[in-house]
């Protein structure tokens, strides 16, 4: 059943920068000339479909028809889903057709895309559904893989998740180091404040309950409660009481985030559900020839 929340694919870049991150996956696959797929000649034509080999959400489809298209504008992209569907163990997720050696060549770049995809929004959606009931936003981080940022966030939105800050300039996030290094909350709040334009958050990473006041006294936007119990994240949303954002944020997981979402907290940040996702395992398989041959290499 599709998702209500589905995003276009380009609301989280522009068509030029897709097609960059898709340029770069396929030079560094083909390099020089793809050896195996240069077996076969360009007379022979195929159909393949993508088939998925587990359940979950799909991600990503953008990417497939961008790898295919960028080899062979003659390639026909069919797709049977759209980002943001749940599929089951061997639905069609979409279909190929063109040049046998093209569809090859693209087959691994387009199934890296997609399965990597899937899988943040497939373990996105599993955390979303984990406090389904309670008024909380599960969100990412920047734990990424390097390059694909973008890309990781954008499936994140698929599977029912937010988005956090998407690098180091575009919020102001003082953690445990930056109060080290300026000597307490409150100064490094007050010289943010300083240097950043009014439209700026500013964040708060706080340990323990004293923290908490001492962030809350320096108007933190956000106050993020990293690592610590249920218990005393109950109690530092009883004592912010709704002057600032409250983020619970480390060792996430899906046998405690029901829990934590019980506290009252607004958000809760997790990177294992971009940096611990896996892949949806899924196959390209050429369909068979009348000689009952398969062209699935």
């Known amino acids: 059943m599709a998702k209500t929340h589905r995003p276009s694919p380009l609301e ?36 393949a479909h993508i088939v998925s080999k ?31 569907q749940r599929v089951e163990k061997g639905d069609i997720i979409a279909s190929v057709e063109g040049q046998a050696r093209s569809i090859l060549m693209g087959e691994r770049v387009a199934l890296n895309f997609l399965q990597r995809l899937s899988g943040i929004a497939t373990k996105t959606a599993t955390f979303v559904e984990a406090v389904k009931g309670y008024p909380v936003r599960i969100v990412d981080t920047r734990k990424t893989t390097p390059n694909l940022r973008l890309l990781e966030k954008y499936a994140v939105r698929v599977g029912g998740g937010y988005n956090h800050r998407f690098g180091l300039y575009d919020a102001v996030m003082i953690k445990d180091n930056h109060i080290v290094a300026l000597g307490s909350i409150s100064e490094a709040v007050r010289k943010a404040r300083e240097a950043i334009p009014h439209t700026m958050k500013v964040e708060v990473e706080v340990t323990n309950l004293e923290q908490v006041r001492e962030a809350l006294r320096a108007r933190a936007d956000i106050i993020m409660l990293d690592n610590m119990s249920p218990e005393d994240m109950k109690e530092a949303v009883q004592i912010i009481d709704r002057e600032a954002l409250v983020e619970a944020s480390g060792n996430i997981t899906l046998d405690n985030i029901r829990k934590i979402a019980q506290t009252g907290v607004d958000v809760i940040s997790s990177g294992a559900i971009t940096h611990s996702a896996g892949i949806l395992d899924m196959s390209l398989d050429f369909e068979e020839k009348n000689d009952d041959k398969s062209y699935n290499l």
């Open 12 to 47: 989280m870049m522009n068509d030029l920068s897709l097609r960059e991150i898709v340029w770069r996956a396929l030079q560094e696959d083909i390099g020089t000339g793809d050896v195996s797929a240069s077996l076969i000649p360009d007379n022979i034509e195929a159909k």
């Open 54 to 84: 587990s359940k979950g959400v799909i991600a990503g489809l953008i990417l497939v028809k961008l790898t295919f298209k960028i080899l062979d504008e003659r390639i026909s992209f069919i797709p049977e889903l759209q980002d943001g």
